[in-house]
C-alpha cells in the first residue's frame, strides 16, 4: 500500500491505466481530513492491504472534485479498473474502512 499525494495529471493516468485504487478527496484546512490521514497512516503502517490511497487536494485540483460532484471534505471514492465504484463521505474510522479497502484490493487485477 501506498498513499500518493495525486495532481490532475497523474490522477488522469491512473484512471486511463484502469488501476484500482481509493482516492481521498481532502483539505487541507479539513480537521476531519487530517484525522483521516491518520487513519490512513496506521492501516499503512499495519501493511495488511495492498491497496494505493491516491490523495487530491480539492483547492489545488477543483475541477476534479467538481467532476466527482464532491461537496463534502473529506469524500472517498472506490476506483475499480479506473471506473468509480461508490463513494464514502466524512470520517471514517479504521474498523469500517480496513474492511472496504480489503474488499477493494481484491478486485485489483494483477
Known amino acids: ?8 495529471e497523474l490522477f488522469n493516468k491512473m484512471i486511463a491505466e484502469k488501476k484500482t485504487f481509493m482516492v481521498d478527496f481532502f483539505a487541507t484546512w479539513c480537521g476531519p ?10 492501516i499503512e503502517g499495519k501493511n495488511e492491504v495492498d491497496i ?9 485540483e477543483p475541477e476534479l472534485a467538481q467532476k466527482y460532484n464532491v461537496t463534502v471534505v ?11 465504484e461508490n463513494s464514502m463521505s466524512g470520517f471514517i474510522p ?9 474488499e477493494l484490493a481484491a478486485k485489483k487485477v494483477g
Open 74 to 84: 473529506p469524500t472517498l471514492y472506490f476506483i475499480v479498473n479506473g471506473e468509480a
Open 33 to 42: 481530513c487530517k484525522m483521516l490521514g491518520r487513519v490512513f497512516e496506521t
Open 52 to 60: 494505493d490511497i491516491v490523495k487530491v487536494d480539492i483547492d489545488q
Open 1 to 8: 500500500m501506498a498513499i500518493i499525494h495525486a495532481d490532475k
Open 94 to 102: 479504521e474498523n469500517v474502512l480496513l474492511p472496504k479497502l480489503k
